[in-house]
T-cell receptor, first 112, second 111 residues
Framework: NAGVTQTPKFQVLKTGQSMTLQCAQD?????MSWYRQDPGMGLRLIHY???????DQGEVPNGYNVSRSTTEDFPLRLLSAAPSQTSVYFC???????????FGSGTRLTVV | EDKVVQSPLSLVVHEGDTVTLNCSYE??????LLWYKQEKKAPTFLFML????IEKKSGRLSSILDKKELSSILNITATQTGDSAIYLC???????????FGTGTRLQVTL
C-alpha cells in the first residue's frame, strides 16, 4: 500500500490562478478530508467526504471545491487563488470510526 | 463552535526528563480524542482514546482521557532528542468523523 499520496509537493501560483491539489489513497478508506495548516493556527478542516459521491464543508471551505467520484481520489480545487491561501495542505483518510486518520505528506502552496 | 485547546504551547526539557502535555476540548457529539506527532512533515498517529480512564501505552508514551473533565494528557517518560516535535491533539466528532485540532505543543528535548 502506498498510503495517502498527495501531489504536487510544492506549488507557486499567481493570484487569480486556479489549480487542483491531488489526493489518492489505496487503502479503500471511506472517510477522506482536506486540512490546511498555518503557523499558530493548527490544522483546520476545509472539506471532507464520508464516501464516494458525498462531500461536505468543514471549518474553512471558502475558495475551495471538492468532489469524490471514486473511493480512491479526493481532489481539492482552488478556484481563484489568493495570498491568504498560502499554506500547507494535508489530505487524510481513515477506514472507519475505530481507526485514526492517516495523513499524506502535504502540499506546500505559495500564492504570490 | 468546536474548540480544542492544548497547553503548554511550547516546552524545552532535558533528555531523560518526563513531560506531560495537556489537551482540553469543548465539542458537540464527541466520539474520540486523538494524539498525533508532527516532525517535519505529516502528522503521524499516536493514540485514539474513546473510553474514559483507560490508559493507552506505546513504549515511553502513554495517554489517558477524562470525559468528565473533557480533557486528555499525553505523557512521555525518559525523553530523547528524537521526541522533539509538535504534538497535536484532536477531537473526533459526529457521524461524519470530523477532526478538530488544537494548535499543538512544540516540544524540544535538549542534550
Amino acid at each position: 500500500n502506498a498510503g495517502v499520496t498527495q501531489t504536487p509537493k510544492f506549488q507557486v501560483l499567481k493570484t487569480g490562478q486556479s489549480m487542483t491539489l491531488q489526493c489518492a489513497q489505496d487503502m479503500n478508506h471511506e472517510y477522506m478530508s482536506w486540512y490546511r495548516q498555518d503557523p499558530g493556527m493548527g490544522l483546520r478542516l476545509i472539506h471532507y467526504s464520508v464516501g464516494a459521491g458525498i462531500t461536505d464543508q468543514g471549518e474553512v471551505p471558502n475558495g475551495y471545491n471538492v468532489s469524490r467520484s471514486t473511493t480512491e481520489d479526493f481532489p481539492l480545487r482552488l478556484l481563484s487563488a489568493a495570498p491568504s491561501q498560502t499554506s500547507v495542505y494535508f489530505c487524510a483518510s481513515r477506514v472507519d470510526s475505530t481507526y485514526g486518520y492517516t495523513f499524506g505528506s502535504g502540499t506546500r502552496l505559495t500564492v504570490v | 463552535e468546536d474548540k480544542v485547546v492544548q497547553s503548554p504551547l511550547s516546552l524545552v526539557v532535558h533528555e531523560g526528563d518526563t513531560v506531560t502535555l495537556n489537551c482540553s476540548y469543548e465539542v458537540t457529539n464527541f466520539r474520540s480524542l486523538l494524539w498525533y506527532k508532527q516532525e517535519k512533515k505529516a502528522p503521524t498517529f499516536l493514540f485514539m482514546l474513546t473510553s474514559s480512564g483507560i490508559e493507552k501505552k506505546s513504549g515511553r508514551l502513554s495517554s489517558i482521557l477524562d470525559k468528565k473533565e473533557l480533557s486528555s494528557i499525553l505523557n512521555i517518560t525518559a525523553t530523547q532528542t528524537g521526541d522533539s516535535a509538535i504534538y497535536l491533539c484532536a477531537a473526533l466528532t459526529g457521524t461524519a468523523s470530523k477532526l478538530t485540532f488544537g494548535t499543538g505543543t512544540r516540544l524540544q528535548v535538549t542534550l
